[in-house]
């Protein structure tokens, strides 16, 4: 039987060639290659349909907060992508999973769907507000909605280190032997990525300079509303001790609010 060749070209070698801990090594670099590789490409699509959604609809490239926040989206990505990968491989593989999957309970498949669609409506918004020069927000609260969303990235950061289970759906990943998790900002609320969300939804109209974009924000955190009961629909039917952790942590979403 013909053995394995691990690479093309004059350098191509059969795999029986190399010890086994120089083919591991192999085999880890170009998974960590090709998850970099896709972590990199979807940034840079994210980037740029938001900045195409974000200009086409202003009608102008002259928008100076848009630019920084595209050049910080851009720049954050892969940071925060590069830390996760050194910290927790599988949940950045996790992440960088299709937001449609075959695990997934068909409410939330639609939650998504409309959840996007929601995204798209804001971005045009804000962009038609930059377009007819309808809002004039302060520059210090333009200030206040960049820090929101920085603040917004450390606090999901922190929730991606507390819980290695945090996939962009609802699923039960017990081939990843899922446990419930207390500690950190899941100590305070059930579903603190959401609550961090909130910061991004209401600091980028914010540093856009967009009252309409604020106005429409409130959406948002009832679509989350939405997505944490059919989560917890989820977790309380499958995962053994949610039920217990429910029961200790109160609040979903904002402490003493809900």
Not at 13 to 30: F, H, K, M, N, Q
Not at 60 to 84: I, K, N, R, Y
Not at 197 to 214: A, C, D, K, N, R
Request: proline share 7%; glycine share 8%; with cysteine.
């Amino acid at each position: 039987m013909e053995r394995p060749v691990l690479s093309t070209g004059p350098f191509a070698c059969p795999a029986a060639t190399l010890p086994e801990s120089g083919a591991i090594i192999v085999r880890d670099w170009s998974r960590k290659s090709r998850m970099i590789a896709r972590l990199l490409l979807q940034n840079t699509i994210f980037v740029i349909a938001m900045g195409a959604l974000l200009f086409g609809s202003a009608g102008t490239l002259h928008w100076p907060p848009a630019w920084m926040f595209l050049v910080t989206s851009a720049v954050l990505g892969p940071l925060c992508g590069w830390w996760l990968y050194r910290i927790d491989p599988g949940l950045l593989a996790e992440r960088l999973r299709p937001v449609i999957q075959k695990e997934q309970p068909g409410a939330d498949k639609g939650f998504i769907i409309a959840f996007m669609v929601a995204i798209l409506a804001w971005l045009i918004a804000i962009g038609l507000d930059r377009r007819s020069a309808a809002s004039n927000v302060p520059l210090a609260l333009q200030a206040v909605g960049f820090v929101l969303y920085l603040a917004c990235t450390l606090f999901t950061m922190w929730v991606f280190r507390e819980n290695s289970f945090a996939a962009p759906v609802v699923k039960l990943q017990a081939e990843r032997a899922q446990h419930v998790i207390s500690t950190g900002p899941y100590a305070h609320v059930r579903h603190p990525m959401y609550s961090g969300m909130i910061m991004f939804f209401v600091g980028l109209p914010l540093t856009l300079g967009s009252w309409w974009g604020l106005a429409i924000a409130p959406i948002f955190v009832l679509l989350l509303a939405v997505r944490i009961r059919i989560e917890e629909r989820t977790l309380m039917a499958g995962l053994s001790g949610y039920a217990d952790y429910a029961a200790r942590v109160r609040y979903r979403l904002l402490p003493g609010v809900w």
